[in-house]
């Protein structure tokens, strides 16, 4: 088989990840409507901080990201007014700039067009995680700002100053998620990967990270007890179950299987194991167990399982050069088996539950009538409220309102939402002569039931018939 016919297939097989990646980012990239319950009530938490309101007291619940999440959130909507498209785009970038750095540091052959395929490879991990490269969440933020930090720290000729740059990094990489601590874990274990004899110094200069991120947390629990609860003692009370975390974990190995034709390749060649090898497999130690227990946490998602991919993923980069070469060397018959198996090995990776990726580009918190949403609560005037979907009364009257889904968050009884709405929330509800509910893809029948109980009662909207969009009042009728 010529060189030039496997590159064919695998090209064709780069494309098609690619186009799919493209294709699932559009669409998410131009969708006016939350895409979760959380996208809103984040961008709400960013107009708090504009305003100068609390954003981490007893009486409110905040998101369970890092502080900054609401900072960065709040400077895009600044400029671009309240706009969840243009906050979708602005953090994409992150993502993009992730996988850029991640490509130049791992590919390693001499193809220049490699680079690329690297960052194709390492874009559409996009579509194992719940297409988190597209989103207002943190994850890639901190995952670039942490990896940026581990660069410099870890740089042959790091000098002092660049090594208090990277503490730095690795501190603010934290307020945004907290689980961008595992970057710091990388550097003591590397060292150990080495093998004895290690110096025990180098071993204490690389956990330094880890310390000054265990540092700052003692701190914040000093210092702002409240932000301490919503960044560490809320995730570390949800309940951890045995069966996702087994299940997350077979899903994680068995349904990457590129990651095992990587694998075999580096140990092919165990006589001449790289720096960049190390550092990979130093990368895995830490974030797959990292991803496991995440992902058994209750309401987890993929976007758990990030940094795990990131790790996978760099192992198949940085082998390609090594795999093209050994199937350059076969024979005809044998290369096309090698060429069309690894192809398949990759297609299964991206590709592995695309059928459920295809149904979540079309899962939103909402839907085209959200106008005719925010139409009607203007009409009606104050004392509206969205606690759904906080982001529609502020909309329509500027109020700032709590969302529900922080509440129970915060709230949790066993690492379980509570079996009734928090006092807060309750009161704000009280308070309200019309609410707005939103049936999305998480049902919430608790808050409907709250609402009957305190004599709210549908009324008929004629904008919003057939949507997701519910208008309930305490008497009167729609204007």
């Given at each position: 088989m010529s060189a030039r016919a496997h590159r064919y297939i695998l090209l064709l097989v780069l494309a098609s990840i690619g186009a799919a990646n493209a294709f699932a980012s559009l669409v998410r990239l131009t969708e006016p409507a939350p895409l979760t319950p959380w996208e809103p009530a984040i961008a709400m938490e960013a107009v708090r901080f504009t305003r100068g309101l609390p954003l981490y007291e007893a009486s409110h619940a905040t998101h369970m990201y890092g502080p900054l999440l609401t900072i960065a959130t709040a400077g895009v909507l600044k400029i671009t007014g309240f706009n969840l498209i243009a906050a979708r785009i602005a953090f994409s970038l992150f993502g993009i700039a992730l996988a850029a750095l991640l490509a130049t540091l791992v590919w390693r052959g001499e193809d220049r067009g490699g680079w690329v395929v690297a960052f194709v490879l390492f874009l559409a991990i996009n579509l194992r995680t719940n297409f988190i490269f597209v989103s207002t969440q943190g994850d890639c933020i901190a995952a670039l700002l942490a990896l940026v930090a581990l660069c410099l720290w870890a740089h042959p000729k790091s000098s002092f100053p660049f090594r208090v740059m990277a503490l730095a990094l690795f501190l603010v990489a934290v307020l945004f998620k907290q689980t961008s601590a595992a970057f710091a874990l990388i550097l003591p274990i590397q060292v150990?990967?080495?093998?004895?004899?290690?110096s025990r110094r180098k071993l204490l200069v690389a956990s330094l990270p880890a310390l000054a991120i265990g540092l700052q947390i003692a701190l914040i629990y000093a210092a702002a007890p409240n932000l301490f609860q919503a960044m560490v003692a809320v995730p570390a009370s949800?309940?951890?179950?045995?069966?996702?975390?087994?299940?997350?974990?077979?899903?994680?190995?068995?349904?990457?299987p590129a990651v095992y034709l990587g694998g075999a390749a580096m140990l092919a060649k165990s006589h001449s194991i790289t720096e960049m090898d190390r550092w990979i497999c130093a990368s895995a130690v830490v974030f797959l167990p990292t991803a496991i227990w995440t992902i058994g946490k209750s309401g987890s998602g993929y976007n758990s399982f990030l940094f795990a991919y990131i790790a996978m993923s760099a192992l198949v980069v940085s082998q390609l050069p090594s795999i093209i070469k050994w199937i350059e060397s076969m024979s005809a018959p044998r290369g096309l088996v090698a060429t069309i198996t690894i192809a398949i090995a990759l297609l299964a990776s991206y590709f592995f539950q695309f059928d459920r990726s295809l149904k979540l580009l079309s899962v939103?918190?909402?839907?085209?009538?959200?106008?005719?949403?925010?139409?009607?609560?203007?009409?009606?005037?104050?004392?509206?409220?969205?606690?759904?979907?906080?982001?529609?009364?502020?909309?329509?009257?500027?109020?700032?309102?709590?969302?529900?889904?922080f509440e129970l968050d915060a709230h949790t009884v066993g690492g379980q939402w509570p079996a009734k709405l928090p006092a807060q929330m309750d009161r704000e509800i009280d308070r309200a002569t019309a609410v707005i509910e939103v049936r999305g893809y998480i049902p919430l029948p608790l808050f409907r039931q709250t609402l009957m109980q305190k004599g709210f009662q549908i009324m008929g909207a004629r904008t919003l018939e057939n949507s997701a969009y519910t208008l309930w009042m305490r008497s009167g009728r729609v204007p």
């Open positions: 150990l990967l080495r093998g004895r004899p290690f949800i309940h951890v179950s045995l069966g996702r975390t087994l299940s997350g974990a077979i899903l994680l190995l068995a349904t990457f939103r918190h909402g839907d085209e009538n959200m106008d005719a949403a925010i139409a009607i609560i203007r009409q009606i005037g104050p004392n509206v409220i969205s606690p759904e979907d906080p982001s529609l009364a502020y909309r329509a009257n500027g109020y700032v309102g709590r969302s529900v889904f």
